[in-house]
């Protein structure tokens, strides 16, 4: 079921109260430019060195935010902690990590599915 789109309503500037909550919105979003942000990885936030810069197009100069990079020995630790749950037997477990899985392996996600390391 999808919602019809429609616009927005208009906001009416000339009213003092709109203006402070646009401008009150504008800086709390100005907080978060800039920052760095972690990879989350089954929950687990992932700090790494390399990141991911996202510019600002309207500003090249703006950088909106920076993004940990996904690292082959990141990936290769996160391979290691699937094969210890995997041998540990809880298929809870299995099927909710093979998602990741499939999703971090330079694969299809058909034979990442198949592969011994999702299993």
């Keep these: ?3 019809p789109y429609k616009h927005e309503p208009f906001t009416n500037f000339q009213d003092q109260n709109n203006v402070e909550a646009f401008k009150k919105a504008l800086a ?10 972690p990879l989350v990885i089954n929950g687990e936030r992932v700090e ?8 600002n197009p309207a500003d090249k ?6 993004v940990s990079k996904l690292l082959k020995s990141t990936l290769s630790k996160r391979l290691k902690r699937l094969r210890r749950h995997s041998k540990s037997g809880d298929t809870r477990l299995r099927k909710k990590e093979r998602l990741s899985c499939s999703a971090l ?3 299809s996600a058909e034979e990442n ?7």
């Design 1 to 3: 079921m999808t919602t």
């Design 28 to 37: 709390t979003v100005s907080e978060y430019l800039g920052k760095d942000y």
């Design 48 to 55: 790494t060195e390399a990141k991911i810069v996202s510019i």
């Design 61 to 66: 100069e703006e950088v909106v935010g920076r």
């Design 105 to 107: 392996l330079p694969k």
């Design 113 to 119: 599915m198949n592969s011994p390391l999702c299993l």
